[in-house]
């Protein structure tokens, strides 16, 4: 819990009692390799905080292919960005591909928090726009770029995930096949 509070602090002040509150609300949750903090098409009911492991975000295409968008490490706040306090349906997947622990809030518990905690709203905004960011400058790095160069990128991006997820997810977030991406690798070794 301490890492969740501490994470929050970096982007304003909670007095000891606003902590306290959102301290009584918070849960444990753990997820297995494989397992889904959501689901498109079905609702979601947890807001949270990843504490560790590593989830990535993907939707099946057209042709039933997933495709990856991006990864999230430990000390990553996961809420629905546009409607953080609803009941809503995930228009992506959210799927560990390692072990997960998270603290997590259910929305309503959250929305109450929000409600009573006054700056905590602008705290998680400015949490959102900083992994906005993140995420524009990771996938921005990759456009027009060769395959060399968005692997490089993506290495120097998500420098400690390399060698812990399957090469088919990084290749789906560069836009390759694994068999491109295999030659690659070989290419810089």
Known sequence: ???????????????????????????????????????????????????EGILRVYNDNDKGDEITHYFVEKNHWLSDWDNPDKSSTPIANLQAITNCSFIVFFKKDWNGILQ????????????????????????SSLIARNTTERYLSFIKHYPNMVNRIPLSYVASYLGMKQPSLSRVRKSIR
Do not use: C, P
């Open 1 to 51: 819990m301490s890492e969740f509070i501490n994470f929050l602090l970096q982007f304003g002040n909670l007095s000891q009692q606003e902590i306290q509150l959102i301290k009584d609300k918070a849960k444990n949750l753990e997820l297995e390799k494989g397992d889904y903090f959501w689901e498109t098409g079905r609702n979601s009911k947890y807001v949270g905080f990843l504490v």
């Open 116 to 139: 009573s905690v006054s700056g905590l709203n602008d705290i998680i905004q400015k949490i959102i726009i900083r992994h906005k960011s993140e995420k524009l400058e990771r996938r």
